[in-house]
């Protein structure tokens, strides 16, 4: 079920918007998906690595936020430096992540949220609550270079997922988190420092965090702190719909295109047929209900809280 | 045993009440810090009077989580009822008239219940069900308002001014938080949720029907924030905003841990939150007085969360699963 599943949803789903409108998988139809997929998969791709540890990570969305507001405020000062800037202050979030869950024992979720809070609340700090504009050519042209007639952001959300079920599926690295996912203890007593890799897959969504919102603001122009205000749920739901199940030590990076396909074409098919943003939420809040259920491996679990 | 004399008895209560609160330390802290700083903006009545109507606003959301907290699970869908409640209120005021109020309370104790039996039955780890009920309540609001914000009028008398000062929330809230606490502490369900929290497995091995227990713990948790909603709706001029603010989602959050009550569960609730909610306000206040920008307060939330939870979590050996 498991592996079927994402597979039949998406076609599914492909197959029901297309028969209310024929017409949306055109060129601009297509072009409008890619742009709501790209950035999408660059951040999902880092919060798999995450959830197949077992673990979770509500900063993702709250950092690609910051690191789009780095890259907009400081461009006329750093230039194309704040790409680094504003990487390294993602990964260095990530690695506090990493530490408040890993050494200092926080649960994850209670971690993230926290730092997500604080990163919300430096967000607004620097951004003071306008929008900014992004009027940087080169930088812009990061996502928005027409490359065989698609922006150039799909290419690097496809090289990110690539590279992502490389790392997952054929490195030590992969194969670690997936043993920390599927067996914390067993992966201990194995002689797998679940510490170390622990931060350092926290340090890894940060990073893929702070990609997507470097590209996202070089694909939209501009943002403000109101962006991307209700996306964690579709983000956690497109994880978990691609099958990398929420007690960890399944799916990956692969899945996760599955996912984001369903979900940002359900995005764009709500869009379509009228449904407004509120509806949409609903939908999302019960499709990750609907999937954490059917993905949980109930077998591992005793104790839930 | 020696009776202690009563020259010594005073500080023994303090310091007892220092031991099983450290909070307290912190509160009257920053109670010294601030009147000092801002003596002419802090002491004033008006002041003061604000601090206790935010205390009231905090205390009515965080009261239900606290109870759910104590099992070792979490309740994120407060603001949700509170917001969904709101505005079936207006939905169903042409038809039910006054008694429309009256869904508020209906919604919270349904909706704890649903989420109760999901958690229990299905095993979804209850942050992320709560959370997603969140989302789901905060779309329907939407869906139903049509996005903007509505307006209910006919309840002002629940917190019409009586006593000048002393927001007549705070009359309506000290019952509440009486029974909640009350609860916790003197009968069986508050010991069998305890027990829960401590170890659920040794909980179920004493022949605790834990499932029941939590379902009971989402319900009433739902219950007090569907009654606590009634009256911060009111509190808040009879409206709900449409759209969702992580700040209001975490203070209740905030002020659970501060009070001593660790995610763990198994020790703190209800009458810890109270100073824990106390302290925060004052926090608040005190930071909204000062010269500080207006955007660190949610900074310094976020870091006092992650703290607070530091702090709590100390006690903790051996591998975290989540």
């Known amino acids: 079920m498991n592996n079927i599943g994402p597979i039949i949803a998406a076609i599914a789903i492909i197959g029901v918007f297309q028969l209310i409108n024929p017409t949306f998988l055109r060129y601009q139809g297509i072009i409008t998906l890619v742009y709501a997929m790209s950035y999408f998969l660059i951040a999902a791709c880092g919060l798999t690595f995450v959830i197949m540890m077992g673990s979770f ?12 507001l780095i890259c907009v405020l400081y461009i006329d000062k750093f230039g194309l430096l704040v790409i680094p800037l504003a990487l390294s202050i993602c990964v260095g979030f990530g690695f506090i992540n990493g530490l408040l869950f890993a050494k200092l024992k926080v649960p994850s979720f209670m971690a993230t949220l926290g730092i997500s809070v604080v990163v919300e609340g430096i967000s607004l700090y620097l951004s003071k609550g306008f929008l900014h504009i992004m009027n940087d050519r080169t930088f812009r042209s990061l996502s928005v270079t027409f490359i065989a007639g698609i ?22 690295f992969g194969r670690r988190i997936y043993a920390v996912g599927g067996n914390p203890i067993g992966a201990m007593l194995s ?41 964690t749920i579709p983000l956690f739901a497109s994880v978990v719909a691609g099958g ?12 996760t295109l599955l996912g984001v396909i369903i979900i940002t074409w359900i995005q764009a098919g709500l869009l379509m047929i009228g449904a407004g943003r509120s509806i949409q939420m609903v939908i999302f809040g019960l499709i990750a209900i609907v999937m954490g259920i059917s993905t949980i491996d109930r077998r591992r679990i005793k104790i839930i809280k | 045993m020696k009776i202690p004399n009563k020259k010594k008895l005073i500080p023994l209560i303090i310091i007892q009440t220092i031991k099983i609160y450290p909070v307290t330390l912190f509160l009257f802290a920053l109670l010294v810090i601030f009147s000092s ?17 935010q205390f009231v606003s905090l205390m009515l959301f965080a009261l239900g989580p606290s109870i759910v907290v104590v099992t070792g699970s979490l309740d994120l869908s407060y603001v949700g009822i509170w917001m969904l409640g709101g505005i079936l209120v207006w939905l169903l005021m042409p038809t039910l008239g006054m008694f429309s109020i009256l869904v508020i309370p209906l919604l919270g104790l349904a909706t704890g219940f649903i989420v109760g039996v999901i958690q229990a039955k299905a095993k979804i780890p209850s942050f992320i069900l709560t959370l997603s009920v969140l989302v789901i309540y905060c779309g329907l609001t939407g869906t139903i308002s049509g996005g903007i914000s509505r307006s209910v009028r006919g309840y002002e008398f629940i917190t019409a001014r009586l006593i000048p000062y002393i927001p007549t929330a705070l009359l309506w809230t000290v019952p509440i938080i ?61 409206a709900v905003p449409v759209v969702l603010n992580l700040n209001t989602m975490v203070w209740p959050l905030v002020a659970i841990v501060l009070g001593g009550t660790p995610l763990t569960g198994g020790s703190g609730g209800p009458q810890k939150t109270i100073l824990g909610a106390l302290t925060f306000t004052v926090l608040c206040r005190g930071l909204t007085l000062s010269f500080l920008d207006p955007t660190m307060i949610q900074l310094i939330t976020g870091l006092l969360l992650i703290a607070s939870i530091v702090a709590s979590s100390r006690g903790s050996k051996g591998i975290t699963v989540l």
């Open chain 2, 178 to 238: 009486i029974a909640a606490v009350f609860i916790m502490k003197y009968t069986k369900i508050g010991i069998y949720l305890y027990a829960i929290g401590s170890n659920e497995e040794g909980a179920r091995l004493a022949g605790i029907n834990v499932d029941k227990y939590k379902i009971l713990a989402f319900t009433i948790s739902g219950l007090f924030t569907g009654i606590g909603s009634v009256i911060y709706f009111q509190h808040q001029g009879g």
């Open chain 2, 37 to 53: 700083l801002y003596p002419e903006k802090f002491l004033t009545p008006l002041n003061l009077s604000t601090i206790l109507r």
């Open chain 1, 244 to 255: 990398t199940a929420l007690t960890g030590g399944v799916g990956g990076p692969h899945r």
């Open chain 1, 151 to 172: 922006p150039s952001i799909f290419y690097w959300a496809i090289g990110v997922w690539m590279l992502c079920t490389f790392i997952a599926i054929w490195t030590p």
């Open chain 1, 191 to 231: 002689g797998i420092n679940v510490e170390s890799n622990r931060i350092y897959v926290f340090m890894l969504s940060g990073f893929f965090a702070g990609l997507a919102g470097i590209l996202y603001m070089a694909q939209f122009g501009g943002g403000s702190i109101e962006m991307g205000a209700d996306m």
């Open chain 1, 57 to 68: 990570d509500f900063s993702v969305l709250s950092l690609l936020k910051l690191a789009a």
